[in-house]
Nanobody, 119 residues
Framework: QVQLVESGGGSVQAGESLRLSCAAS???????????MGWFRQVPGKSRDLVAR???????DYADSVKGRFTISKDNAKGTLYLQMNNLKPEDSADYYC??????????WGQGTQVTVSS
């Protein structure tokens, strides 16, 4: 069973940066390379929303609220997904989750990492 573990969350001031990582285990290089992957975030009491998505061909897509500030990337050799978050805003505060899928749905999810941005 594929496992995803996020790290890199924390508490920062508005305008600062963080880089989240999502390390995959129990997956081969070939399997990991074939994943499409995404970063989601969730505030308590609200839905889990897609922040950034990366197709297996390298095409990236972002929520409008983070375009120009966040960058999603993937290192297939390390089995790790990243989310570089720059110019953070208080409204970016949430629990961030990574997810991976092979067809149309996300099959695997991490446990989440918390990001808090204070003004």
């Amino acid at each position: 069973q594929v496992q995803l573990v996020e790290s890199g969350g924390g508490s920062v001031q508005a305008g600062e940066s963080l880089r989240l990582s999502c390390a995959a285990s129990y997956v081969t290089y070939g399997e990991y390379s074939a994943f499409f992957m995404g970063w989601f975030r969730q505030v308590p009491g609200k839905s889990r929303d897609l922040v950034a998505r990366l197709d297996k061909d390298g095409t990236a897509d972002y929520a409008d609220s983070v375009k120009g500030r966040f960058t999603i990337s993937k290192d297939n050799a390390k089995g790790t997904l990243y989310l570089q978050m720059n110019n953070l805003k208080p409204e970016d505060s949430a629990d961030y989750y990574c997810a991976a899928g092979t067809t149309r749905a996300y099959d695997y999810w991490g446990q989440g990492t918390q990001v808090t941005v204070s003004s």
